[in-house]
């Protein structure tokens, strides 16, 4: 339905195209990091098996990845082209999730995508930080690739709301 009302609204001339590059940057840089870190540091993570399920996402992450990069040769797309098609890949739909486990599920919901969250989000941006950097400005040092990693604001988001959530502090 948001898809919808943003294509009405844009075909209606009610926003331009500068509007969706600032909303773009606002959500990547302010709204959707807030929203992890309150996902993250406001679970209870005490009664669900947080490795077990970190686990199986993590295995199902890399297996997707490593057949994104199999798949490279036979798709015949310069490395910027893979860039796109790896990321497409792997990424998820974290909005459609949160809305779904909270409607469906209430607060136990949002606990279990709080473990999704901060496992998936925090993988899933790594690696396409990492596929970035290697098949676009090739990486002169494991420092490059890190410096990198360490500016993305989502992966900063589940870092922060995971860290605030282990030491307890959670969120006011």
Known sequence: LMIALGTLLRARGFVDDAFWSGAE???YRL???ALLVLTTAGS???EFRVLPVAAALIAAILLTAGFA????PWLGIDDAAFTSAFQGAIRTNSYVGLAGAGALYGEAGFTVM???VFVVITAVNVLSVVALI???ARPTGGREVAAAVLQNPLILAC???FALNAAGVGLP
């Open 25 to 27: 940057r606002l959500v």
């Open 44 to 46: 209870d993570f005490s």
């Open 69 to 72: 990069v199999a798949l490279r």
């Open 114 to 116: 709080g473990i999704v």
């Open 31 to 33: 709204l959707l990091p």
């Open 134 to 136: 290697w098949y676009g």
């Open 159 to 161: 870092l922060i709301g």
